[in-house]
């Protein structure tokens, strides 16, 4: 389970698209932020188990901010996500930058993000 949780988007409308991760039991507090210095701020007072980033957080300079995270917290892993439209790119610099994984915003799932975390999936019993 993770206890802590950041997530950092910067478009405010988007948050709702994170709503999952409130209702998954493997998450126990979560901070929100708008802002890549606020989620630094946070990290570095917190501690977090997991960072999800907007790789467009901080006009831009939010794969800048994940390489700060992460020397920030060297344990600490961070998910970034990204908008479809966003540079072919920016994936494999988020990973160079230290993310664990990239999700498109479409892509996005409380499951997929936890599990690119190493978080295991949750079992559900089947009904046939």
């Given at each position: 389970?993770?206890?802590?949780?950041?997530v950092?988007?910067?478009y405010k409308?988007?948050?709702?698209?994170?709503?999952?991760?409130?209702?998954d039991?493997?998450?126990?507090?979560?901070?929100?932020?708008?802002?890549?210095?606020?989620?630094?701020?946070?990290?570095?007072?917190?501690?977090?188990?997991?960072?999800?980033?907007?790789?467009?957080?901080?006009?831009?300079?939010?794969?800048?901010?994940?390489?700060?995270?992460?020397?920030?917290?060297?344990?600490?892993?961070?998910?970034?996500?990204?908008?479809d439209?966003?540079?072919a790119?920016?994936?494999?610099r988020?990973?160079?930058?230290?993310?664990?994984g990239?999700?498109?915003?479409?892509?996005?799932?409380?499951?997929?993000?936890?599990?690119l975390?190493?978080?295991?999936e949750i079992?559900?019993?089947?009904?046939?």
């Open positions: 389970m993770r206890s802590m949780l950041i950092c988007e910067e409308f988007l948050l709702s698209s994170y709503s999952g991760l409130r209702q039991a493997r998450v126990g507090r979560i901070e929100v932020t708008t802002s890549g210095d606020e989620a630094l701020t946070l990290a570095t007072s917190y501690h977090p188990d997991l960072v999800v980033f907007d790789a467009t957080a901080g006009y831009g300079f939010g794969l800048a901010t994940v390489r700060r995270l992460r020397d920030a917290n060297p344990g600490i892993d961070i998910v970034v996500t990204m908008g439209r966003c540079p790119d920016v994936a494999s988020a990973m160079e930058s230290g993310a664990v990239v999700l498109t915003r479409k892509s996005f799932s409380a499951d997929a993000c936890l599990r975390a190493g978080e295991p079992t559900r019993p089947r009904y046939d």
